[in-house]
């Protein structure tokens, strides 16, 4: 009898949680036990998540996601940052807000949070980040969560660059030998290469650089690849995102 009890409760308790749920902002603040089972039940009910975002795994991401949960379609719309963020301009103008998640870098998700386009919510999965992976809103919420990092890296074509050759740091790098051979894109995939050339090695290293002819096309990290793989440039220098998010990553770090 007592088991009948507490099942009833429960039941009552769920009940009343989907009654005081309504709204968006409602379901972005809520903190209750049943909360991911209020979730699962409204994304089920809609039928499925449309998720914007900049990662060319995404689809891979998709395919796990919907066999955790039978019944939650994911639909994806994959673009860089730039296109993403004037398609998302253009759609809120319009009063048209497709999607219900936004992966990207962090430009665009400043550009939502300065247009009042971003929601701040609470998740229980947000103490598992450490704290310089949240964006902080209030009250215990964010705006964001970082989710995976990205390096720097240089790809070379290794029938023009013998793999003796290619630069092994930044000193390398900057040998005058290399003038001419090296290429970074224009996108945004440029603009934050020399953004962390800057923090990490200083302007005056960036300066440096010029003497390279470093050469700059304005096409996208992956077409950079295409153009290398093809002869067209020797070295290509570009982020490449890492195989580990945040979360992982600080599951790794040395104690101590």
Not at 12 to 19: D, F, I, Q
Not at 158 to 176: G, Q
Not at 196 to 216: F, N, P
């Amino acid at each position: 009898m007592r088991l009948l009890v507490g099942a009833l409760l429960l039941c009552s308790v769920a009940s009343t949680s989907l009654a005081q749920t309504k709204t968006i902002a409602d379901l972005a603040n809520y903190r209750g036990a049943d909360r991911e089972e209020i979730l699962k039940a409204g994304a089920k009910k809609e039928g499925k998540m449309v998720w914007y975002t900049s990662l060319t795994a995404h689809r891979d991401i998709a395919n796990i996601f919907e066999a955790k949960y039978p019944g939650i379609k994911v639909e994806t719309y994959r673009a860089g940052p730039n296109d993403l963020t004037r398609r998302l301009l253009s759609e809120a103008q319009s009063k048209r807000n497709i999607a219900d998640l936004i992966e990207t870098t962090p430009s665009t998700l400043m550009m939502m949070r300065e247009n009042k386009l971003l929601m701040p919510y609470y998740s229980p999965h947000l103490a598992q980040f450490p704290e310089d992976a949240r964006e902080e809103a209030d009250k215990g919420r964010v705006f964001w969560t970082t989710d995976r990092e990205s390096i720097v890296g240089l790809g070379y074509n290794r029938n023009l660059i013998r793999a003796a050759d290619v630069p092994k740091n930044f000193a390398e790098l900057a040998r005058p030998e290399n003038k001419g051979k090296i290429a970074v894109s224009g996108d945004t995939t440029g603009v934050r290469f020399v953004g962390a050339m800057i923090k990490a090695k200083g302007e005056e290293y960036v300066k440096q650089l010029r003497s390279l002819d470093i050469k700059m096309h304005m096409i996208s990290g992956g077409a950079m690849h295409e153009l290398m793989a093809a002869g067209e440039m020797p070295m290509s220098l570009r982020f490449f995102a890492t195989t580990c998010s945040r979360q992982s990553r600080r599951a790794r770090r040395p104690s101590g």
